[in-house]
């Protein structure tokens, strides 16, 4: 069985911008606007080219996970982190297909 892929929930209706470290997501579908770190923008960036799994994600930010943070730890990391911009509405899963 595939690992589920993460992509932007309705990409059409999810806009952001970066200062720094601190962004700012707004869903045009809700009309909320959220307050999120960079780790999210960062999430937001690379799920708007593909979808793509956690694994793929901790992969693909492996420069930027801390050096004392080991890959099964960043992963339940990024699992926590996807979560909960699933919780606002911003990502979703999928099921990869076969």
Do not use: C, K
């Amino acid at each position: 069985m595939q690992a589920p892929l993460w992509i932007i929930h309705r990409s059409a209706d999810i806009s952001w911008r970066d200062w720094d470290g601190l962004g700012a997501v707004y869903n045009d579908a809700s009309g909320d606007t959220h307050l999120v770190d960079a780790l999210s923008i960062e999430f937001l960036e690379l799920l708007r080219g593909q979808p793509l799994s956690v694994a793929q994600l901790v992969e693909q930010l492996a420069d930027a996970i801390p050096d004392q943070m080991d890959v099964e730890t960043a992963t339940a990391f990024f699992d926590r982190q996807l979560r909960s911009l699933r919780d606002l509405g911003l990502v979703e899963q999928i099921v990869a297909p076969a």
